[in-house]
Nanobody, 121 residues
Framework: QVYLVESGGGSVQAGGSLRLSCAASGRSFSSSRMGWFRQAPGKEREFVAAIWTGGLTYYTDSVKGRFTISRDNAKNTVYLQMNSLQPEDTAVYYC???????????????WGQGTQVTVSS
């Protein structure tokens, strides 16, 4: 079992930045594939970014060049640095563990409770 707790959400104006953190517990963090998803009102949850145990990263096209995922295995924490935020980035952001791909869809076995990010124009 993996337990995930997100923090760092909030409200920001367009062009601003936020950094989300996700503290993991319950089993070896360093061996877990970690990532972030988001869900905007009225939309399905979508993949945002992932980081593999060796540091390899993946991003959805809409956040490339603006968001950066990173991890600190010593602190059992994964981060999502979000720059140049736009109103369309408004969503609940979920930390996830044990990511995998099913066809073209990203999925995960463990989820945090989510943190709200609101970007105003």
């Amino acid at each position: 079992q993996v337990y995930l707790v997100e923090s760092g959400g909030g409200s920001v104006q367009a062009g601003g930045s936020l950094r989300l953190s996700c503290a993991a517990s319950g089993r070896s963090f360093s061996s877990s594939r970690m990532g972030w998803f988001r869900q905007a009102p009225g939309k399905e949850r979508e993949f945002v970014a992932a980081i593999w145990t060796g540091g390899l990263t993946y991003y959805t096209d809409s956040v490339k060049g603006r968001f950066t995922i990173s991890r600190d295995n010593a602190k059992n924490t994964v981060y999502l640095q979000m720059n140049s935020l736009q109103p369309e980035d408004t969503a609940v952001y979920y930390c996830a563990a044990d990511l995998f791909r099913s066809g073209s869809t990203w999925r995960a076995n463990y989820w945090g409770q989510g943190t709200q990010v609101t970007v105003s124009s």
